[in-house]
Every structure is written in C-alpha cells, then in structure tokens.
C-alpha cells in the first residue's frame, strides 16, 4: 500500500480497485454510518489504526469498551482468527499481519484512564448552560456570574468554586443587578439544583486541575506512530449531556490553540465522535450553527473530524454535507421512518451505474459496507460496495488487569492521576467571609456570603446567620469594590474556550 493513503477495503475475490482514503483529503471530514451491529467499531478500529501507522495521532471514545484492544496485538488463538486472515486474502490486504498500536487511555472518572479535567472557567459559560440545560434566564445569570468572577479576580476552577460564587451573587443580587441586570434567587437555585444533578453523576472529578493538555494528546511515538488516545466512555454513556458537552469543548479547544496549517499532506489530529446524535439532540439552532462552523474551519488546522452514528438523519444536512469520506453499514427499513432515511442515505452517496444504491445499503452484510471517498481534488467517488478490511490489533476488550498494565506503562500518569486545588473563587471568597467577621480595621473587603464554609461540610444553602459587621452596609461595600475595577484592565481574561467567545451571550 502506498503512503500517502490508508486501506479501507476491497470488493471481494477479483476485485480491481481498492477503496483507500488519501491522507490529503482526510482532514475532509467523514461519517461512519450504520444499524447497531453492523460493524461500526470495527470500521473505527481500522481508521484509528491506519492513522495511527501513518503517523496521525487520534481521539475517539470507547463506548462498548471493545476498542481498548488495540493496546495488544491480535492473536492466531483467536476464534476469528481463519476468518480475518480469509478476508485480508480475498480483499487483496497483503501486508495484513498482527501488532498494538500506542495507546493512551482517558477516563473522566478517573477509573479506567487516566482523569481528564477542566476548569469551569475554560469550560464557558455557554457550553455549561448547554450542559446543564438551563433557560434563557438561567444563562443570564451564569454569564454574569463569569463577568463578576473576571472583574473581581476569582479563578472559577471547579463546582465549589462556581456554587460558592453563585451564593455569593444571590445574597448580593440587588447591588449586582444595578449594573448587570435582574439576577432572581429563584434561577440561582435553579442553577444550584443542576449543578447538584451534575455533581452527583460525579462530575465533580472533570472540574478541575491539572487540566487536559492538548499537546498530551498529539503525540507519535519514536518509530513515528501516532497516539491512540481512548476515552472510557462505557460510565460516561449514563450522563450523555455530560459526554457530549465534552467531546463539544475539546473540539472547540483544538479548533482555539492549534495553529493554521492550510491543507496539508496528511491531517495532524483525527477526532473519532461515537454516538453523534447525542451532540445533536435537541441542541439549539445557535449551537448547531457554531458546530457547523467549526467543522468547516477546523479542517484548516489540520484536524479531521470523523462522527459515528446509527442513522445519517442524526447529523444536520448542514453538517452532513461537510463530511466528504463516508463509510456506510447497512440500515433496516422497518418502519416508515427508516424507510425514509433509507432513501436519503442512498441520495448522499455519488451514484454507480453497476448497482442500486439503496439496496446495496439495505442488503450489506456485517463487516461490509458502501463506501464513498474524496477522490483527486477533493471529489467524491462513485459509491462502491466494500468488504472493510480486518483489523490488525486484537477484536474485544481489554481485562482490567491488561489496561492497568498499560496505563501504569504510560508518562502522562504523573502528571494527571494526582488533583490540585489552588487558591480561587471558593478560598477567596471563604477568606472574605471570615475578614466580614473582623472589626472594621481587619476587614477591606465587601461583605462576601458567610456560607462558604458551609459547603465543605456537604450541607444545602441556608440563610446567612448575624454576624459583627463594618460600618459600610454591604451595598456601599460591592460599590467600592466595583468601582476599584471599573476603568481598569486586568491583563487577560479568563480564558473561555472557542465557543464561549464565538457566541453572543444571550
């Protein structure tokens, strides 16, 4: 095979061309399409390692688990083994041999990867409205509470952090609301209900630091292979808000920090999204637009963006038509429904004369698909129905013992697998409580909520108790603290992430 292309598949015995992907056109985008069953992770499987050998690091979540085998090499013991050595014979694979591939494994509980992190404040407040669901509303009082965490110097690292700040507001919402608009107690408890859910789906271990380095991810090893960076997604399928928000804020992160790099001979980072509709569902037309400007975009960066899905309706037309590679397993017609998207499956791919469509669709077996790829400058190829070649790894999971071992092999252990907590807006604001408590020549600070503390010991949000205060009433106190801010820059703001920035706030 050449180099500057990576082995989809072939046509069975006697076939005359292979379906390869150029790694010109990789960045181009794709879909992996299909009724569950049909072969999908295989078909991932395959691309990851393809890229991988061509020196492409690579993403993708394991929602099954089975992709975790890749970090082993297949094994003649296997029960597939005559099978898989049959298909690379018939398809013409013959380099076809076994071998691992370098992986890293994530997880953001911390359980089966190494733990994968953010920080509230990189995370924006756009993108964890969307995550926990709020109204219009609610994400007014969110981005406000962004703004005040900027102008006052509060780093919002994790959930604590942005509970403490959300108290902080409701107890001064009348000052705050002078400048920033209404802020009602009844969408900050609203908001601290959400956080509640979401904490206790254990997000509390993905806010945080040390967060994730992207140039951890986009990595090849010495012999010049990329990283196969493996995201434990199986946990994570419980809370799919949570998993999509995810997936969403790294690919705005890649789009933010990598540099331009025009087209390329081959992508620099492939981005596998399993589950796609789950990104798309009931996601605001605002979000689906930004979505469809980032893959557009992001191309330029060198980054390919691949989405796995069970039917090519989950995904936009805006977006499916920027996705040029498009591997396609079959699809039953059940039901009305089906039948419909069926057909519009079949209208997406560049017709063959030598067969229908639509049937080949409906008719592939398992391990075949129909196939479609960008060609010479960037046109899509005539559809051809294709046997997907085997993979070269093992098929299945790893034991927990096996992926230990790897992960206890693995450099990044050190730097992830041990939280910080640093000084930011819950320290910061718990140290003001306790300075309100002070004699008036002790404390300089405006009267900051007196139940920061309160949340450490894991109890829900009470009216403050009496304390000893300063003379300044705790309005004339927020006033001069604002205004010690306004006309001031203070150096950069806290980063928010692509989408954060893109979008207007409502």
Aim: hydrophobic residues 40%; glycine residues 8%; without cysteine.
């Amino acid at each position: 095979m050449q180099n500057d292309r990576i082995f989809i598949g072939g046509a069975g015995e006697g076939y005359t061309t292979a379906e390869e992907m150029l790694l010109k056109y990789a960045n181009r985008h794709g879909l992996i399409a299909g009724a569950t069953g049909t072969g999908k992770t295989v078909t991932l499987q395959i691309l990851a390692e393809s890229f991988s050998k061509a020196g492409v690091p690579v993403f993708m979540a394991d929602v099954k688990g089975d992709l975790s085998g890749m970090a082993v090499p297949g094994s003649p013991a296997h029960k597939l083994h005559e099978k898989l050595v049959s298909r690379a014979q018939k398809i013409g694979f013959e380099d076809y041999g076994y071998e691992a591939f370098p992986v890293t494994f994530w997880d953001l509980f911390g359980e089966k990867g190494h733990p994968v992190r953010t920080t509230i404040s990189e995370m924006g407040p756009l993108l964890l409205a969307r995550l926990l669901e709020l109204s219009e509303a609610q994400e007014g009082v969110l981005n406000i509470a962004f703004r005040v965490a900027d102008e006052q110097s509060m780093l919002l690292l994790d959930l604590k952090d942005l509970q403490s700040l959300l108290v902080w507001l409701g107890e001064n919402a009348d000052q705050v609301g002078l400048r920033y608009g209404n802020i009602s107690k009844a969408s900050i408890g609203a908001i601290q209900r959400r956080l509640l859910v979401l904490e206790n789906q254990g997000a509390t271990q993905f806010f945080g630091e040390p967060a994730l380095q992207l140039e951890d991810l986009i990595t090849t090893t010495p012999s010049g292979m990329g990283q196969v960076n493996i995201l434990a997604a199986d946990r994570l399928m419980g809370s799919p808000r949570l998993y999509a928000t995810f997936l969403l804020w790294l690919l705005s992160e890649l789009f933010e920090n990598l540099p331009e790099v025009g087209d390329p001979d081959k992508p620099k980072f492939v981005f596998f999204f399993d589950e796609a509709h789950l990104l798309f569902s009931d996601a605001p037309k605002a979000l689906l637009d930004k979505v469809e400007q980032v893959a557009r975009l992001i191309r330029s960066k060198g980054v390919g963006v691949f989405f796995i899905t069970q039917q090519p309706d989950d995904v936009p037309s805006d977006i499916l038509g920027q996705l040029g590679n498009r591997v396609q397993h079959a699809l039953r017609a059940y039901t009305p429904r089906d039948q419909k998207a069926l057909r519009a499956a079949a209208e997406t791919f560049r017709p063959n004369p030598r067969f229908d469509t639509e049937a080949a669709i409906r008719d592939v077996g398992v391990g075949e698909a129909v196939v479609s790829l960008l060609e010479k400058k960037g046109v899509p190829s005539m559809v051809e129905r294709t046997l997907i070649r085997p993979p070269s790894s093992r098929l299945g999971p790893l034991s927990m013992d096996e992926r230990k071992a790897v992960m206890a092999k693995s450099a990044l252990g050190t730097a992830y697998d041990t939280s910080i907590d640093r000084v930011s807006a819950y320290e910061k604001l718990a140290a003001r409580a306790k300075a309100a408590e002070e004699p008036e020549e002790q404390a300089d600070a405006p009267r900051a909520f007196t139940s920061a503390r309160r949340y450490s010991a894991g109890k829900t949000y009470s009216a403050s108790k009496p304390v000893k205060r300063r003379s300044d009433s705790a309005g004339q106190a927020f006033a001069k603290s604002f205004s010690r801010s306004f006309g001031t820059k203070m150096g950069n703001s806290i980063a928010r992430g692509l989408l954060g920035s893109l979008f207007k706030s409502r």
